[in-house]
């Protein structure tokens, strides 16, 4: 997914249909829906003294507004932040250029609100 | 179907779910990445040395792969940069308000049947098919 066309391939389901990103998706969904059951069982991580979990559960307009924002950012371009970073190991312009974009819109809010640490 | 790589795709998606799971397992933490790089402003230095550290590791993942001559697939991008910089800034925005991206709201939100995640996924997969289908199909390409 480090390479952009690959998910694009993936999101262009009225063209050449590329459905790798699905099973990259259901087999790591597949991983973690089984194996999450017992750990969400524990009194607390292997190394930490507590789970630090997401705390908000109101779907509100900022969850479906900032979902949709995001899917219109991963839509034009084709990569979302895990392998916008990964790709650093690319070198490449193009990626560093919308990684620092992105940098900027992450730590946008940062202009109006003090920093709060985020799960 | 045109160049559908089922194998690397899944062995892929199991690496991603694994170190997930490894990550709440022995961090108790969710491993969503807009989360973890949203966060290294924080003033705290055990916060801030974490996530450095899971994002080395991400990128070092990569490197040391490609290191090893291990073959990874050319990155090839066709925006131009201003809808690289729109593109980046609207992932930025629009994770940090939503609470998460594929990694957090898709492999673990879901897997932890979070009601948020259940939302938020559906949104962002089918506004970016949209998106894609107006930019290239629609427009173009841009």
């Given amino acids: 997914m480090v390479n ?6 993936f999101l262009d389901v009225a063209g050449s249909w590329d459905p790798s990103l699905m099973f990259v998706l259901g087999s790591g969904l597949l991983v973690t829906i089984v194996a999450f059951l017992p750990i969400t069982r524990m009194a607390k991580p292997v190394l930490d003294v507590d789970f630090r979990l997401p705390t908000p559960t109101a779907i509100d307009i900022k969850l479906i507004g900032g979902a949709t924002l995001f899917g219109i950012g991963w839509g034009l371009v084709g990569y979302c932040p895990g392998p916008a970073i990964a790709s650093l190991a690319y070198g490449q312009i193009e990626s560093g250029i919308f990684l620092g ?7 946008a809010d940062r202009l109006y609100r003090r920093p709060t640490t985020v799960i | 179907m045109e160049n559908f790589t089922p194998i690397n795709a899944i062995i892929g998606g199991v690496l991603i779910g694994l170190s997930s799971t490894l990550f709440l ?3 108790g933490r969710i491993a969503g990445i807009s989360g973890i790089a949203g966060g290294l402003d924080s003033l705290d230095r055990n916060e801030f040395t974490w996530r450095l550290l899971f994002l080395t590791g991400l990128i070092g993942g990569v490197a040391i792969y490609r290191t090893a001559g291990g073959t990874l697939q050319d990155i090839e991008i066709v925006s131009s940069i201003p809808v690289l910089i729109a593109a980046g800034l609207l992932t930025g925005l629009g994770t940090r308000m939503g609470n998460g991206c594929t990694s957090g709201h898709g492999i673990c939100g879901l897997a932890r049947l979070s009601p948020r995640s259940f939302v938020a996924v559906p949104t962002f997969l ?3 098919v949209i998106t894609f289908f107006l930019t290239r199909h629609v427009l173009g390409g841009l």
């Fill in chain 1, 4 to 9: 952009p066309q690959k998910v694009l391939g």
């Fill in chain 1, 101 to 107: 974009a992105m940098v900027l819109g992450l730590y």
């Fill in chain 2, 25 to 27: 397992w022995l961090n």
């Fill in chain 2, 126 to 128: 089918s506004i970016a």
